[in-house]
């Protein structure tokens, strides 16, 4: 009887070693699109995960099955002859062999990627780490903290009167181990047209640097440096958190179109043809009097009222969800965004 497909991945199987997160995320995307993922944890203790994070059920922990699922779990000791020797046997049969140790740790235990190919030329081998396989940093410590700080996330994050903050996220591991798995797919495209698979080489800190639109070249070509700038981006208006009658509410109009749209539910028209207001270059110009501009008319409404007004008139706006916002929205139940499932 054939086994229903699950998703686009169906029938490849990963092996996934590392611990954490900056791997098994990867891991979790292959298993969110049906590949089978067998996860390999050390014995006696397991991945860190299955006791991470603040808030418990049961005594368990609540990161770990959102981390770990799609995922069937096995121990080996891969310091052992007997462990490598399994672990071989199971690449002979997978398509992904995922792993984020630190660099040269599998070549210490003769399972580096020309053993490895050696035994199954069509694997593909993913390998997540803080600062890649190559370079003089390569065999350093890295964690997602130590990516962000120097990819120039951390740099620009938070308010300018504080020193530089992080997210509320692990974003650095997430990002690395998100490009890992596109160089996964398309290593799998390689395969498909050459029949042998390649290395994915992600490290933590050039996924970050990846998101950073045009920081390096604004240096490079202008000698500017982008700062700390709390809640909005320097001449991107308006786009900002803006104080209602009850609340708060995030009106984004900072294109020409949309920002007269914008004044025109404001009922004040003539906004978008004002000088100081007509073009992005001067509502960027004129940022901080613009937001208190659409912040006083804000304020003349509830939040509902705004939302309402906005949606009328095409602008984008929202509110800033927390978790029990998430689980009532009528919007997240129709797509099934958060879906509920026994454990």
């Known amino acids: 009887m054939t086994r229903p497909t ?4 169906d029938g490849l199987r990963v092996i996934e070693l590392g611990t954490l997160l900056a791997g098994p995320f990867c891991g979790q995307l292959l298993g969110d699109f049906g590949a089978d993922v067998i996860k390999v944890e050390p014995p006696g203790q397991g991945d860190p995960m299955r006791v991470w994070g603040r808030e418990k059920a049961h005594g368990k922990s609540l990161w770990w099955p959102v981390v770990a699922r799609n995922k069937k779990a096995i121990t080996l000791d891969l310091r052992q002859p007997e462990g490598q020797e399994i672990l071989k046997s199971l690449v002979a049969e997978s398509d992904f062999l995922l792993e984020n140790f630190r660099p040269g740790t599998l070549e210490k235990w003769g399972l580096g990627w020309p053993e490895l190919s050696a035994i199954n ?4 081998m993913i390998r997540v780490s803080g600062f890649g396989q190559t370079g003089p940093y390569s065999r350093q410590a ?9 990819g120039g996330l951390r740099y620009v994050v938070g308010d300018p ?6 997210m509320g996220i692990s974003i650095g591991d997430s990002l690395a181990a998100t490009f890992a798995c596109i160089g996964a797919l398309t290593a799998l495209h390689h395969r498909h047209v050459s029949g042998r698979g390649q290395v994915i080489d992600s490290a933590i800190y050039e996924a970050v640097l990846n ?3 045009s920081l390096v070249t604004e ?7 982008r700062e700390r700038t709390g809640a909005i981006l320097p001449n991107v208006a308006p786009s900002n958190v803006y104080k209602t009658q009850d609340g708060l509410v995030l009106i ?3 294109q020409d179109t949309v920002f007269a749209r914008l004044a025109a539910a404001m009922g004040q028209p003539g906004l978008a043809s004002d ?4 073009t992005h270059s001067s509502r960027g110009e004129n940022q901080k009097e613009l937001d208190a501009l659409v912040e006083r008319w804000t304020r003349t409404l509830t939040t509902r009222g705004v939302l309402d007004l906005m949606d009328r008139h095409g602008v984008p706006a929202g509110l800033i969800y927390r978790a029990p916002e998430m689980l009532e929205d009528p919007h997240f139940k129709a797509r099934e965004a958060i879906v509920t499932v026994p454990h």
């Open 121 to 124: 030329p069509r694997l593909i």
């Open 252 to 254: 984004a109009a900072n």
């Open 275 to 278: 000088p100081l207001y007509d």
């Open 6 to 9: 699950s998703g686009p991945l």
């Open 142 to 150: 890295g964690f997602g903290a130590i990516g962000e700080a120097m």
């Open 219 to 225: 240096y490079d070509k202008t000698g500017f440096i």
């Open 161 to 166: 009167s504080t020193p530089p903050s992080r």
């Open 211 to 213: 998101m950073m639109e």
